[in-house]
């Protein structure tokens, strides 16, 4: 596939402002009638332990770059009709999407497969980082999990 | 002009540095991100402390992830960041 | 878990109507601050061959208390906090959503795991069949594949 | 009144019987769908005809999945279809 006919199939985007579900869905539709499944993961920031917010801290352009080269990897790996990344950076409270991951495919299975690689590797294989902010006002830097990274490799 | 690499730090580095980004000489006997490594911690003592506490720091050179052997160049941009956590 | 309880947490409909993903998300996320992954599976009528559009039967009742079961079995195996099934059913053209299914686990495995789990019980486990309607005028009822009969039992 | 059976079928096999839903008596020897079948057979033989075009006939006995040892009783609602196709 053209890098050109590439950008029209992926679509990645880093920003601190919210994302509409179904407007990236839609927009991911407009693709094509090859598309018979649509794969999604949306990342919460989830509640516990005092949490209040998470301050996500990112590497301009190389977190662009990163995210582009795993679009185009799970496009080629899973046969994708296209598929979309947003990641949003800066505080976000309990409660607030951090993520999404679209993919969309022929069938269902490259649909869900090609989704759980997005986020597999995103989680450990682009430049984002978190710090934890709590009620008594310690922040803390989220630690990589072994295992994310271990799931990661997997792939 | 001499040589000269921007030097990036994020999170926790960031945070211990005190600083997001500085402009480091290059001396001609630093080839590859190892040298450079060497060469900050002889010239700075707080680098070599800072650095101790992320004993799995990642580098990127010019964005794109490298390693101990990535080589360094006049005008890179090298990162220097703990373990990434997104999603 | 009450049943009461799983009602609320549970949200199953069949209708000829359209949805909209982004509502469907946002009405999961009031579940709480529990939700740190939310998947989901959208099925598209895809093109090709000729197929102008799906009609879709289905079996009243038993169909929402199929997919009830299905959701209840879904939030006990993955402990989930919530999960929804929409179907809808009548005639649907090329391009056309036809299912979504959404689940809100606290952690990412799960969430993508039940997502997975209820498309792929969905399809041979509860009672809608499928007639293929083609530009030259053919009308064929879909059958059951093999296969998502062996993928469902898997689970 | 005499024992009853709402009968009901579904895509491919609504279409082969030109109906949808039916009432039909219920013989006091008829215990399971295995009987009810047996039943139908002999006392209709469209029945015989459009049944073995589907060989995965599924059933389903008050809207709960069953088989060919479902108990069947008077007022009971039976469906008859091919494999469901959904999603």
């Known amino acids: 596939m053209s890098s050109q006919e590439n950008a029209r199939r992926i679509r990645v985007v880093v920003q601190p402002s919210p994302f509409d579900m179904g407007t ?3 927009r991911l539709l407009t693709l094509g009638p090859d598309i018979g499944g649509l794969g999604s993961f949306l ?7 005092g ?24 496009l080629q790996r899973f046969s994708l009709v296209g598929c979309t990344i947003i990641h949003r950076v800066g505080r976000l409270v309990v409660g607030e999407p951090i993520v999404l991951v679209l993919a969309a495919a022929a069938h269902r299975g490259a649909a869900l497969d090609a ?10 294989g682009a430049p ?5 902010e709590f009620a008594d006002g310690r922040r803390v830097w989220v630690e990589s999990r072994q295992e994310d990274e271990a799931i990661a490799a997997r792939w | 002009m001499s040589d000269s690499v921007t030097v990036l730090y994020f999170a926790g580095l960031r945070e211990q540095f005190g600083r997001g980004s500085e402009t480091v000489a290059l001396s001609a006997d630093v080839l590859t991100v190892k ?12 680098f070599e402390a800072v650095f101790s506490r992320f004993p799995r720091m990642r580098v990127a050179v010019n964005k794109v992830m490298g390693d101990l052997s990535t080589p360094v160049h006049n005008g890179d941009e090298i990162a220097f960041f703990p373990p990434m956590t997104g999603g």
Chains 1, 3 share one sequence.
Not at chain 1, 115 to 124: G, H, M, P
Not at chain 1, 128 to 132: G, P, Y
Not at chain 2, 35 to 46: E, P, V
């Open chain 1, 24 to 26: 990236e869905t839609a």
């Open chain 1, 43 to 49: 990342g919460v920031v989830r509640g516990g332990g």
């Open chain 2, 35 to 46: 040298d450079f490594l060497t060469a900050r911690r002889q010239a700075d003592t707080t």
């Open chain 1, 128 to 132: 984002f980082w978190k710090a934890e």
């Open chain 1, 51 to 74: 949490l209040v917010a998470l301050e996500l801290e990112h590497y301009p352009g190389m977190c662009e770059q990163s995210l582009t080269t795993l679009a185009e990897d799970a």
């Open chain 1, 115 to 124: 989704t759980r690689f997005l986020i597999d590797r995103l989680k450990t």
